[in-house]
Every structure is written in structure tokens, then in C-alpha cells.
């Protein structure tokens, strides 16, 4: 019958538990001076060696021939724990176990001292499971237990476990198992049974693990019996139902490069591979988050637990996005992953996340309109000419001839017209000042309008981000000078949305109406509107 790879390969010392050493230091430490506590708490992710460590313990405290601290599962004891003959070490299931009849009959037996070695060991897994009453009747037995008691009590869950308890034990964390520790032990496992492994497919396997090297195990048992002579990369890629990194790196190209099409065709592909839609939508915000961490870190191999030639791709591929729209693109990918758990097709919300992904200009969030900005920059930094149909931009292609020093107009009576005209010079001048983000924000201006020495610049609701942008003092004050040095002027500015604009002019008409409407005859009135729309 097939023995698990996790059961075969169980640390039967402590310098086979692997990545766990602040853990067995302390321990073998306190076995050396003496100093055993009567009650420990081992807390973390399953398949860090919660249990294997629990039970080296059990026969380090009662080895007859220890050696350095450790069991030397040759003795009479250590043999019997092993195999179970002995009554020294008992192990008990608190998911099973877990009403107070259970802890009753244990603080029954535990007034029992042990058959051969020195201490009884009580080892309660899943603790958290216990029912409060039944935590109470434990907590008798640490209050005060007997002198050749060990109770050592693991969880996955540690914050489900009252106070009273945690106060009266040591407590120990487990953490996630290194994806390298991983990989070695599988490396040197594959080399024990002469089985050929692929590194790349070690490292798919260690990183879907979740730093639980009991799952690792598992999942290359499963690798094993499915290729039997050599574990290919493909093989895990199949088994595990994930996309394989060279599909991960084409898809987040084509999201970078705008290319919406490709993207699409892509995923389509992966319906037709029979991929897991969640799985991918996973791998993918992995993919983003590593281009991230390329892009605010130099000390990636601590961070990133990828082969290194896969990390040079990563680094290089981040050069061909911004900081700003990688993480506008993990908030897209973040929602999606919330949202598809409820949803009855996922395919069309992938197809709809990867549109969105690829056109920021369906995104209404302010990562996608500073990335637009930012792409206006870079096109204007490059000298080519944008024609806007929507915006006071158009019909500029000769503002760049314009010189500073003789851009100054001398308007006497400025209005809405005037300021249209000269708005092209205004940007100009801006640009000869490389200023090149305020004017590729105010390029966007819809509407202006004029109330005495203040002059409107008024914006699309959808640009609210630029309003608070271009309202800061700097930006206000800088906008300022260059309009009054180009219009001869003293101005005000003021920055307003369109929808604010709404109220100020019904609220403009609404006197001026009043005061025409006391002097003339109502029937002889006519109201002009004195905003001019671009």
C-alpha cells in the first residue's frame, strides 16, 4: 500500500524540521537546562510541522539515550512512542473531541503518572475547536497539574483561544516554510527515491504551497504518480490547474501595451484549455504585485520567491509600466476576485476585467486619469501635437513659435472670447517654462467664465481629480501669474466643476433677472446665457 510522501519524510529530529530553528533551539535548549514548562502553545499555518515538532519533543523529554538534545528513536521509549505501544504520549483531536465529557475523562488520567519515561505528554490538536466549556475544565488542569504533565496544545488559529488559556502557556509561532527550504527538501526527497524533477516545476509546486511543506509533499506525490519517471514543469502547470508564467508574462504585455484584442483572444485560450478563470485571476495579481515590488525595490530575491532569470524578466518588463498604473491595475484585479466568487459566469466578468485593464480610459478611479495624464505628458515631451475636439486645445499647431517675450497682450476690458484666443499662448508659455503637467491638466478645460477680475476655469465632472489638483496653492498661484503676464491683467482664478457651475449661474440669473424684471415689463425681457462653452 502507498505510503504518503509527508508521512514517509516526517521529521523524526529536530534538525529535520525545516524552518522552524527560533522554534527548536528553545526547545532543545530547555530540554538541556532543565527548565520544561507544563503547558506549550504552537500557533501557525498547517504544514509547518506543528505536530512532527510536538512529538520529537515528547520523546526528547523521555529518550533513555538522548544525543545533543535529541531523541535517539533507538531506546526502548522512544520505539514504543513511535509506534504507539507506549501510553506516555497522548495525541487527542480537539475537532473530534471537543465537549467537556472529553476534557473531564483527560483531567481523569492525567492523575495517572506515566508507565516508562519521565513525563506524560498530552498533545491537543486543533485546539481551538474545543467548546467553552470545555476550555473551562482544561483550564483546572494547567492551572495546576501534576510534575510529570506536558501538555502541548497546536492551532491554527490561536486568536479563538481564550485568554486564561494563552497566560498559562509558552508560546511558540510557526511560520510559513521559505519557498528555497522548500525546494531543497523536495530536491533532496526526489534524490532519495531517484526520481528526475524539473526545477522550474519544484519552484511552481513550492510557490502553490503556501509555505506548507506537508501540501508541497503532497502536491509532488501527485506529480510522481502522474509522470512517474521525470516531473515536468507542464505536468504540475496541468495538475494544478494553474496558467505557466510565459502565459502570465504575454497576457500582462498586452494589458500594458493597450491591446485589448490580444488579451482577449488570449483568455480565450484559456477557457478552451479548461484553466481555472479564479485560478488565473489569482496568478495574475501575483504577476502585478512582483512588478510592483521591481519597481520600489533593488533586493528582490528576499521578496520575490522566483528563479532568477525570472526575476530579470520581471524587472525589465516593469520598465514598460508606471508605479501608478500597476497598482490601478491590482485594485481592478483585487475587485474581480471579490466579485466572481458570486457570479454565475465568470468568463464575462474576466472579459470585462481584461477590457478594463487594458482601456484606463473606461476607468473612472484616479490612478487611470493621472495615468492619462501622465500620457499626455510624455506625448507633448515627445513635440507631437494633440488635436482635442472637446477642449480648448484645438487649432494650436503654431503655438510653439510663440516667444516669451512677446507673447504679452494689453486687454482692457478682458471677457470670455478674449481669453479663448489667447488661451493657446497661455499653455505655450506654460510649456517654454516646462510646466508640463499643469498645462496638460488645464488642457482639459471645458468651459470659461468671467465675474469682474475673476476669471472661470471650469472642468467635466469626471475631472474632479484635476480640479483638487490644479486648486492647490501652488499650482492656483502659478496659474495665476502666467495668465496675468500673458493678458497684461491682475486676475483671480477660480477652479470649479461643471455641475458647481450650474448653481453659480442660475444663481447670476436669478438676480439679474430680479432687478431687469423691476425697471421693464416682463414680456420685453431676453436672457442670453454668459457662459461660453468651448
Avoid at 519521565?118 to 488542569?141: C, P
Avoid at 510559513?176 to 509546486?205: F, G, H, P, W, Y
Avoid at 453659480?504 to 421693464?520: S, Y
Wanted: charged fraction near 30%; aromatic fraction near 6%; proline fraction near 3%.
Amino acid at each position: 500500500m502507498h505510503k504518503a510522501l509527508y508521512r514517509v519524510y516526517r521529521p523524526l529530529n529536530f534538525k529535520d524540521v525545516i524552518g522552524q530553528e527560533h522554534v527548536t533551539k528553545t526547545l532543545k535548549n530547555q530540554i538541556e537546562n532543565n527548565n520544561i514548562a507544563h503547558a506549550y502553545l504552537f500557533s501557525g499555518t498547517r504544514g509547518t510541522g506543528k505536530t512532527s515538532t510536538a512529538k520529537i519533543f515528547a520523546r526528547a523529554v523521555n529518550c533513555l539515550n538522548p544525543k545533543d538534545k535529541e531523541p535517539c528513536n533507538e531506546c526502548e521509549v522512544c520505539k514504543g512512542i513511535l509506534t504507539d505501544n507506549i501510553m506516555d504520549v497522548i495525541e487527542i483531536d480537539a475537532a473530534s473531541n471537543n465537549g467537556v465529557d472529553d476534557i473531564r475523562e483527560l483531567r481523569e488520567n492525567v492523575k495517572y503518572p506515566p508507565t516508562k519515561g519521565r513525563y506524560k505528554v498530552y498533545i491537543i490538536d486543533e485546539v481551538h475547536m474545543l467548546s467553552q466549556g470545555a476550555f473551562n475544565a482544561l483550564l483546572k488542569t494547567l492551572e495546576e497539574p501534576p510534575s510529570y504533565i506536558i501538555f502541548i496544545l497546536a492551532t491554527t488559529e490561536p486568536h479563538k483561544i481564550p485568554a486564561t488559556i494563552l497566560s498559562r502557556c509558552q508560546k511558540f509561532d510557526f511560520k510559513r516554510v521559505q519557498v528555497d527550504d522548500i525546494i531543497t527538501r523536495m530536491k533532496n526527497i526526489c534524490s532519495d527515491i531517484n526520481i528526475e524533477v524539473d526545477e522550474k516545476a519544484l519552484n511552481l509546486i513550492a510557490r502553490n504551497s503556501g509555505g506548507a511543506l506537508r501540501d508541497a509533499l503532497s502536491i509532488l506525490d501527485q506529480c510522481i504518480s502522474y509522470s512517474e519517471s521525470k516531473v515536468e514543469y507542464e505536468d504540475v502547470v496541468s495538475l494544478l490547474g494553474t496558467v505557466n508564467i510565459d502565459f502570465l508574462f504575454k497576457m500582462s504585455d498586452y494589458i500594458i501595451n493597450e491591446d485589448t484584442k490580444s488579451g482577449l483572444e488570449l483568455l480565450n485560450e484559456l477557457v478552451i484549455w479548461g484553466k481555472d478563470i479564479k485560478h488565473f485571476l489569482d496568478d495574475l495579481v501575483d504577476h502585478f504585485r512582483n512588478l510592483m515590488i521591481c519597481k520600489v525595490s533593488s533586493e528582490l530575491n528576499e521578496i520575490i520567491n522566483l528563479p532568477i532569470e525570472t526575476i530579470d524578466i520581471l524587472r525589465k518588463q516593469s520598465n514598460k509600466i508606471e508605479l501608478n498604473n500597476i497598482i490601478r491595475i491590482i485594485n481592478i484585479l483585487s475587485d474581480t476576485q471579490s466579485n466572481i466568487k458570486y457570479s454565475s459566469n465568470p468568463r464575462i466578468l474576466a472579459e470585462i476585467t481584461i477590457i478594463k485593464l487594458s482601456q484606463p480610459i473606461l476607468d473612472g478611479s484616479s490612478e487611470s486619469i493621472l495615468k492619462r495624464i501622465n500620457k499626455i505628458e510624455s506625448i507633448i515631451n515627445n513635440g507631437v501635437n494633440i488635436v482635442k475636439t472637446t477642449t480648448v486645445s484645438d487649432s494650436k499647431n503654431e503655438e510653439a513659435k510663440i516667444n516669451k517675450k512677446n507673447i504679452v497682450r494689453d486687454i482692457k476690458d478682458p471677457n470670455v472670447e478674449e481669453i479663448e484666443k489667447l488661451w493657446p499662448e497661455i499653455l505655450s508659455y506654460m510649456k517654454k517654462d516646462k510646466n508640463m503637467s499643469v498645462q496638460a491638466m488645464l488642457r482639459e478645460v471645458k468651459n470659461f467664465n468671467i465675474q469682474g477680475n475673476i476669471l472661470g476655469l471650469i472642468f467635466n465632472d469626471e475631472f474632479k481629480f484635476i480640479k483638487d489638483r490644479l486648486s492647490r496653492d501652488e499650482n492656483k498661484n502659478y496659474i495665476e501669474k502666467v495668465i496675468n503676464e500673458v493678458t497684461n491683467q491682475n486676475l483671480k482664478v477660480k477652479i470649479s466643476l461643471k455641475s458647481e457651475l450650474i448653481d453659480f449661474k442660475e444663481e447670476k440669473e436669478d438676480k439679474g433677472i430680479k432687478i431687469l424684471e423691476d425697471m421693464f415689463a416682463k414680456d420685453i425681457i431676453e436672457v442670453k446665457n454668459s457662459i461660453k462653452e468651448i
